[in-house]
């Protein structure tokens, strides 16, 4: 028997056999709550989200999640009522989403599962950093806890993945205790140390300006138009105000 979901409007097709879900012809592992609880992708989309918005300083309201998965807000109300009923979110009165025990634990089993992906690629397969997000966020669902034990193993635990980031909650807070700055913000040399990775786009364009994770940046001028003038591994580039808010450097 087809279960359907519809928690971002779409209707994808969940068929459960030995303990898992299988989309297609691709396998996600089923979440054992210890409940009859059924966790699809939609809705592990929604808590990974609550949990990155999280960790980047956003208050998490439903308009937070449309902005984040891209999906309409009707879709996103329709999620929302889904997962307060699962127990996986509360939402106060003020429309402000928190994770449960139960969903925090869920997204950080895909957040930990994204992070080992995204290493495997570039660590054992080589594929260019600005790439890797997006597969990883198809690869996430499909991974056995299995060969997830086994990634650990081979790339071990702690490290930071090929963006700079790390797995779990390291809000911008954070990250300025360790003395990391925005590079908008900087008013002197350093290094790139983390890069916001939702944005394929913003990755390749600053892969083409040579700013990425280890790389050397100075701020030589900040301009009238709030771009900044920079000298990236001894070549001058000038960077606007929006992507210069997402590089951390140290």
Not at 6 to 21: E, F, S, T, V
Not at 31 to 38: A, R
Not at 229 to 250: D, H, M, N, S, Y
């Amino acid at each position: 028997m087809v279960r359907r979901d519809g928690d971002n409007g779409a209707a994808p097709g969940y068929i459960p056999r030995q303990g898992r879900w299988f989309v297609g012809l691709r396998a996600a592992p089923r979440y054992n709550s210890g409940s009859d609880l059924k966790i699809t992708i939609s809705k592990e989309n929604y808590l990974k989200a609550i949990a990155e918005a999280e960790s980047e300083g956003e208050t998490v309201i439903a308009a937070t999640l449309s902005r984040w998965l891209n999906v309409s807000a009707p879709a996103v109300t329709m999620a929302i009522k889904r997962l307060k009923r699962d127990g996986l979110i509360d939402v106060d009165g003020e429309g402000l989403i928190r994770l449960t025990a139960e969903g925090r634990a869920i997204a950080n089993r895909l957040l930990h599962r994204h992070h080992l992906i995204e290493r495997m690629l570039t660590e054992i397969f080589g594929m260019e950093w600005y790439k890797v997000h997006d597969e990883a966020e198809q690869l996430e669902h499909a991974v056995s806890a299995d060969f997830e034990e086994r990634l650990e193993q081979r790339l071990g635990a702690a490290g930071a993945c090929p963006h700079g980031n790390v797995v779990g909650m390291d809000t911008p807070e954070d990250r300025r205790r360790r003395g990391w700055r925005k590079l908008y913000e900087a008013d002197a040399a350093g290094r790139v140390v983390s890069i916001f990775e939702r944005d394929r786009k913003l990755l390749e364009f600053l892969n083409g300006l040579g700013i990425r994770p280890g790389a050397a940046v100075a701020v030589l001028s900040r301009n009238y138009d709030e771009t900044l003038t920079l000298e990236v591994e001894g070549r001058q580039v000038q960077l606007g105000r929006p992507a210069a808010e997402k590089v951390w450097i140290g």
